[in-house]
């Protein structure tokens, strides 16, 4: 069975940068998309970034993130990443991981997800 478990988060500055991952075990990746999401204290969960799987390498980014956050994949390591730069007050909330069939950033369509990794930006 498929396990996803976030890791990378804590504390910085606005302006700093942050680099997530999702580490997979019990099967590969590779037929996965993966997508990261992210929910701040009352406020909805929203997709952040996804990226294809089956070899194909498109991508998506929320309209907040682009320029700033890169989604990326080590498949030797079988591990997604998110690079995060110039992060802002705004970007403080809970991050997770999840696969999924396509690479979208409704949650619904995500089979598996992981635990979450908290990431606070403030001054």
């Not at 990261?36 to 996804?50: D, H, I, L, N, T």
């Not at 990326?72 to 591990?79: E, P, Q």
């Not at 403080?92 to 396509?102: D, M």
């Amino acid at each position: 069975q498929l396990q996803l478990v976030e890791s990378g988060g804590g504390s910085v500055q606005p302006g700093g940068s942050l680099r997530l991952s999702c580490a997979g075990s019990g099967y590969t990746l590779y037929y996965y998309a993966i997508g990261w999401f992210r929910q701040a204290p009352g406020k909805e969960r929203e997709g952040v970034s996804c990226i294809s799987g089956r070899g194909d390498s498109s991508t998506n980014y929320a309209d907040s993130v682009k320029g700033r956050f890169t989604i990326s994949r080590d498949s030797a390591k079988n591990t997604v990443y998110l690079q995060m730069n110039s992060l802002k007050p705004e970007d403080t909330a809970i991050y997770s991981c999840a696969a999924g069939w396509s690479c979208t950033l409704a949650g619904p369509r995500y089979d598996r997800w992981g635990q979450g990794t908290q990431v606070t930006v403030s001054s």
